[in-house]
């Protein structure tokens, strides 16, 4: 049961360290970056050139999301790893 406990404190350590994390990935050079929460939302946009076509800037920002987004799964992985938290468990995070 204490070890039952001891997991629990370790896995709400992390989403609370999660929760005011920010990551940002980049795509086209840097052209597009976006900041996403330790949840995977989007905070914000910045946008560097500004004559691009929509469709590839629409495409640099989903690419630049989704860097963010295996940016965060490492950080997560990482954290998880550093915590002992079994494998299993990371569902329980944000």
Request: no cysteine; aromatic share 2%; charged share 20%.
């Amino acid at each position: 049961m204490q070890q039952a406990q001891q997991l629990q404190k370790k896995v709400q350590a992390l989403q609370d360290k999660l929760n005011t994390l920010e990551v940002e990935g980049q795509a086209g050079g840097g052209v597009v970056k976006v900041t996403i929460s330790g949840q995977g939302k989007l905070m914000k946009v910045h946008l560097l050139a500004q004559d691009l076509e929509q469709d590839l800037l629409e495409d640099l920002i989903l690419a630049a999301y989704n860097d963010a987004w295996q940016q965060l799964e490492h950080i997560r992985q990482q954290e998880t790893a550093a915590m002992n938290i079994p494998a299993g468990l990371t569902g329980l995070l944000p």
